[in-house]
Structure formats: C-alpha cells, structure tokens
C-alpha cells in the first residue's frame, strides 16, 4: 500500500465528512469541553458500588481522562470517548490480522460519521486498493446499553438456558422481570425513534454483572468492526453497510455471507490463545446478538410506522436468520468445538427472540394508538 492511496484515501474521507459534519442534526461536540463533562460523570457511584479505594478511583478517574486526551481526530468533533473506542477497537482487529498472512488490513483509513443511527460501513476508494471503514457516532452507546440489557436477563436464570428445545419456563421468568422488560424497550424506543441513547437511563452494572457484560460488549463491538475490515480485505465491492435487511442480489449476499465468516475468524484471532478467551466472541455469539438487535431495531421502526428512505437500515443484505444459518453452517471455524459454539449461539439467540416476543406488542399497541408517531419523529430526525 503506497503513501499515495493512504493520502488519497485520507482526502477522500476528509469531503465525506465535511459535507456529513454540515447538516444540521450533526452529531458534534466540542472536544474539550466533552472531556471536562466525560472525566466529571458518575465515578464516585461506581467506585462505591464497586468498593474501591479513594487512591484507586483517583488514579482510574486520571487513566480515563489521558484516555480521552490521547483519543485520535478521525472526525473533528466527534466524542473523544467514541474516538477512543474505535482506535482501540481497529488497533487490536489489525493487529489480529497481522497474525495471518494474506489478512492484509493495514491499508485502511478510519472515521466516524456525526449521524445519529446503528450502523458501520466499508467504502472503497477509486482507483486504489485503500478502504474506509467507518461507523455511526452511536454505535458504541447502543452496544453499551444492550451489553447491560443481555447481562441482566442472562443472570435470570443462566443455567435454564441451556435447555434449548423448551423455553417455556424461561419465557415465564422473564415476563415477570418488568424491570428488565422496560429497559429493553427503553433501548429499542429510543435507538428506534432518534437513533441514540436519550431515553436510555444510566445504569451502573453490579459487580455481579460486570465480567458477563464486558465479553457481551467485547464481543459486539469486535464482531461489528471486524465485519467491515472483512469486506475490505475480501475486495469487496458492492456492499457497503452492516444492516438486517432482506438482501435480494444473489452475489451480494454471498459477500455478506462471506464477511460474516471472516469477522469471526478475526474475532477468534482477537480472543485467542490468551489467559482469558472470550468464549462468546470464540463461538460467534457477538454476531448472534449484534444481528438480532438490528432486526429489533427493524422491526420496531416497521411497527411504528418510521422505516422509510430516511431512518430504515436498508442495504443488500439478507436477514439475520439467514446470515446466522449461513454461519452455523461453518464448521471449519470450530473443528474441536462446534457442536459446544452452535450450543452457545442457539441459546442466546433464543434470549434475544424471547425479549423480543415481549417487546413486539408493545410496540405494535404503541404504533397502532399514535399514527401520527412516525411523522413527529421523522420531523425530528
């Protein structure tokens, strides 16, 4: 990759964002002063929940602000904090890749888009073999709230989702759980309607929670960037945006089926051969849950009567249950652990369709009573 396609590369991002950065629901912010507002958050009630020391909470309160403070300008006037993200996120995927020769994905530019909306995109550049992977400046929000949303529900009763062929007796758990209910709907509706968090509450996970929640986010997050690096380094062409929606071209749909396989490969490599493996990025499960809450987000926008041009995710992609079956199709990704990992991804796909099963009518009743919902949000939007 010469200096040349990289620059190239660079200049083309930079017009992109230029011209996103110009509309007036831009998601932008001023950098300093989003730090000052970032390092002020709620430290103190997680270091009490948590147990730490005052000398403890000082010096990770410091780490974190360095944090932001060393944070990239991809896209000036972006939330450092999701800058941040993204740099480490992008940093551990090609590093990942360099473990293997062929996964060439260093030639990549990087950037996040001041939209509001779940999404990530690979764009190639004409006439060099450079990409740009980029991603909303709300994803990082959605994947943190929905790590918290399946932790909880997880904890329900995690050995009962095991059993995978009879969920009746979990489905009647969770139904009496309206606090776990309510948050997912919180999430749904929110994301749904605006395409960011505003009507998520802050919620701290308790230390019970907090191993379970970091490998759900880990595994989110590196499934979702290593899916675009995927279709970079496959030479992808005609495919541009992770999204749920019904793809009908033949040839791109095996592209997508064919990022999906590698951005697992990759998260494998991300995970693997450590002290702590995360088994839910190991077995695939990060793409069980990143799809079915974009098919929630979907379906919710289609009840509410809000999936037009301007809000559906649409794109040439086929449906999450076709992609997934694709997936478990795969066995050369788990030669020693497939019939474990297609264990692991059938049971949390059975969590995700049961929360949705509880959430579906709600939204229904909501769009059936307010027809005039999708105009006052699509305005807002």
Not at 261 to 278: D, H
Request: charged share 20%.
């Amino acid at each position: 990759m010469s200096h040349e396609e990289l620059e190239a590369a660079r200049d083309y991002w930079a017009q992109i964002y230029e011209r996103l950065s110009l509309d007036p629901m831009a998601t932008l912010v001023k950098r300093d002063e989003a730090i000052t507002q970032l390092a002020a958050g709620r430290h103190e009630a997680i270091a009490d929940l948590y147990g730490f020391s005052p000398e403890l909470t000082a010096k990770l309160k410091q780490q974190y602000v360095d944090d932001l403070k060393s944070a990239p300008v991809t896209s000036p006037g972006i939330d450092p904090h999701a800058e941040f993200i993204f740099a480490n996120l992008c940093r551990r995927v090609e590093e990942a890749c360099d473990k293997i020769e062929g996964l060439n994905a260093r030639n990549v530019i990087t950037g996040i888009e001041p939209r509001l909306g779940v999404f990530a995109s690979r764009m190639g550049v004409i006439l060099t073999n450079a990409s740009i992977v980029t991603v909303g400046s709300q994803i990082f929000r959605f994947c943190n709230v929905v790590s918290k949303a399946l932790a909880q529900t997880v904890l329900i009763d995690p050995q009962g989702w095991d059993n995978l062929d009879d969920t009746n007796a979990l489905r009647k758990k969770v139904c009496v759980r309206s606090d776990v209910i309510a948050y997912w709907f919180q999430i749904i509706a929110s994301f749904s309607m605006l395409g960011t968090s505003i009507f998520v509450p802050l919620k701290v996970p308790p230390p019970a929670q907090a191993n379970l929640r970091s490998e759900i986010l880990d595994a989110l997050e590196i499934f979702a960037i290593a899916h675009e690096y995927a279709h970079h380094i496959l030479k992808h062409g005609r495919l541009q945006s992770a999204s749920s929606d019904t793809g009908k071209n033949d040839a791109a749909r095996h592209e997508e089926f064919e990022a999906d396989t590698l951005a697992i490969a990759i998260s494998q490599l991300v995970t693997g051969n450590q002290l702590n493996e995360n088994v839910l990025m190991l077995s695939g499960v990060g793409m069980v849950v990143f799809l079915h809450t974009l098919h929630m987000l979907d379906e919710a926008r289609h009840l509410l009567g809000l999936r037009d041009g301007e809000v559906a995710s649409h794109g040439s992609h086929p449906s999450a249950e076709d992609r997934l079956s694709y997936v478990d199709q795969q066995e050369w990704l788990w030669p020693h652990f497939d019939a474990q990992f297609r264990h692991f991804r059938r049971a949390y796909g059975n969590i995700m369709r049961i929360v949705w099963d509880e959430l579906e009518p709600l939204f229904r009743q909501i769009g059936k009573n307010n027809p005039s919902l999708a105009k006052t949000f699509i305005a807002l939007r």
